[in-house]
């Protein structure tokens, strides 16, 4: 699980219901026309943006966020060298039982064990690449929408608790429900974009562009294991994939190994 997606939007939550708490009645910020103006009209105004597929999908996406963490790129390129030592000693088919931690790498090992060629490898890896790719821009896209729409539906909301304020001045009791109402449609829209859609949206992105580069780093080793590279030139292919300060402390360790 990822605990700073987790942590981040649970303390932002923690963080308003308690200024909320300590303040008047809680009672005050629960306005069920303000409710169904900005969450009601942001479903519907994004659902009207997507296909159905598209919206409920990127719900599921979304669970990818807070419970889906990927591999770490030194224990990844760690594994690759294992596979291609094992490769290169026992021959593709040693590779038939091996367990690993990404379906996708299970899919290109599969390949490998198959007897497919190397360009055939490097293609249908790539095809589904950029199909995961297009899969999580689609779903960060939606919470993106969202993001967009609220802060809009919630001055929608708030014109309407105007009108209604304003068209019944001669009747006070009526001026506090319709400015509750003017009042909260704002506040639920900025919470909704500031505190989830937009989070959720940044971290679908990061994630994307992790899971693309981490799933390139597949297809290279794969590619170099199916050409009979020497597991030595495949770590030193794959570690331009680490971050500058992964690099200078590997250059380290082989350094005291030697």
Known sequence: MDFATLIGLVGAILLIASAVILGV?????????????VVGGTMLVVLAKFSFNQFFSAFKVAARAFKFRLPDTRE???????????????????????????????Q???????????????????KERLLTLDHNRSGA???????????????IGTLIGLVQMLSNMEDPKSIGPAMAVALLTTLYGAMIATMIATPIADKLS?????????QSLYI?????????TNPRII????????????????????TAGV
């Open 76 to 106: 990844s390129i760690d594994e690759l060298i294992e596979v291609a030592n094992v490769a290169r000693k026992q021959g593709m088919l040693g590779l038939e039982e091996r367990e690993v931690g990404s379906p996708f790498l299970g």
């Open 206 to 214: 990061l994630r994307m562009t992790e899971e693309a580069r981490l």
């Open 141 to 155: 896209k939606v919470f993106t929408a969202m993001a967009d729409v609220a802060p809009a539906m919630g001055m």
């Open 235 to 254: 770590e030193q292919m794959l570690s331009s994939y680490l971050t500058p300060k992964e690099r200078e402390k590997n250059s380290e360790a082989e």
């Open 25 to 37: 009645s809680p009672d005050v910020f629960i306005n069920p026309p303000s409710i169904l103006i």
């Open 108 to 126: 290109g090992i599969q390949m490998l064990v198959d007897g497919q060629d190397a360009e055939t490898i490097k293609h249908l890896l790539s």
């Open 220 to 228: 290279d080793a794969l590619v170099a294991i199916k050409e009979g």
